[in-house]
């Protein structure tokens, strides 16, 4: 702030938090390391705009599946409230709610509730965010040809990756095809995204030696990469019914 002051003319600094947190449900307390952003933009000394960000479905009354959530919506949006609640009177005017997306409808105090018009699109997750996720991964390694094929309709088995007792993501190999990769832990924020990079590039090392799918999930498990990107918890492969099951897994907790 002192620097903004210090300069002449025209101007906009912005600045930006990527804040941790917990969301609330029956079955126990859940950390995301990227529940909020807040974003604020100093124009020319004179205006200020800050904006708040969430990523997470917690205050919602349907999750991104368009599955009623009645309990965790409870517990959670009269937090959301009290906290646009502070930062109006800390800024001294009420909040202006965002536009509608494929999630949710923004209000002044959260969010709407849609359980009568369904949100933009049934199964958002499903629909966008397995995309979304993928994109995220493939931009942080080469492109290439030679490696399983990433999606499966079959049952899946999969390993835990964790660095110091913090699930970063899965790593999966299918039960019946040519498919195995890496589900991040969207929780996990940006470091599920880092480490999945090298246990990709693993996965093709393993696939350069013409191992089976299910053969390269122990060869990883056995071989990981650098310990700073995390390690194999698990002694056996867990089962999961399904790719979609893990990533959903992976989506929310």
């Known amino acids: 702030m002192a620097q903004a002051e210090a300069l002449d003319g025209d101007f906009v600094l912005t600045f930006r938090i990527e ?8 079955g126990g307390d859940h950390r995301a390391e990227k529940l909020f952003s807040i974003q604020a933009e100093v124009w020319g000394g004179d205006l200020l ?24 919506y409870a517990a959670n949006a ?22 509608e997306n494929r999630y949710a409808a923004p209000s002044a105090t959260g969010f709407k509730d849609l359980r009568n018009e369904g949100p933009a699109y049934v199964d958002a997750w499903g629909t966008f965010e397995g995309l979304d996720r993928a994109s995220l991964l493939n931009a942080r390694i080469p492109r290439s040809e030679d490696e399983y094929e990433s999606y499966t309709e079959h049952p899946v088995r999969y390993f835990t990756i964790q660095r110091e007792g913090r699930t970063l993501g899965f790593i999966w190999a299918s039960a019946d095809d040519a498919a195995a990769g890496y ?40 071989n990981p990469p650098h310990p700073g990107n995390g390690q194999v918890v698990e002694d056996t492969p867990r089962d999961a019914p399904s790719l979609d099951a893990l990533e959903e897994l992976s989506g929310r907790y």
């Open 78 to 99: 009269p937090r959301l409230a009290a906290a646009l609640e502070g930062i109006s009177a800390l800024l001294g005017g009420a909040p202006t709610p965002g536009d």
């Open 19 to 26: 804040c941790p947190g917990w969301w609330l449900e029956p």
């Open 49 to 72: 705009v800050v904006t708040l960000e969430t990523y997470s479905d917690a205050w919602l009354t349907m999750d991104t599946r368009d599955r009623e959530q009645p309990e965790v």
């Open 183 to 222: 589900v991040p832990r969207t929780a996990a924020g940006e470091d599920a995204f880092d480490v999945g990079a090298a246990w990709l590039l693993r996965l093709r090392e393993a696939y350069s030696q013409g191992l089976s799918p299910l053969a390269a999930l122990s060869w990883v498990a056995q």
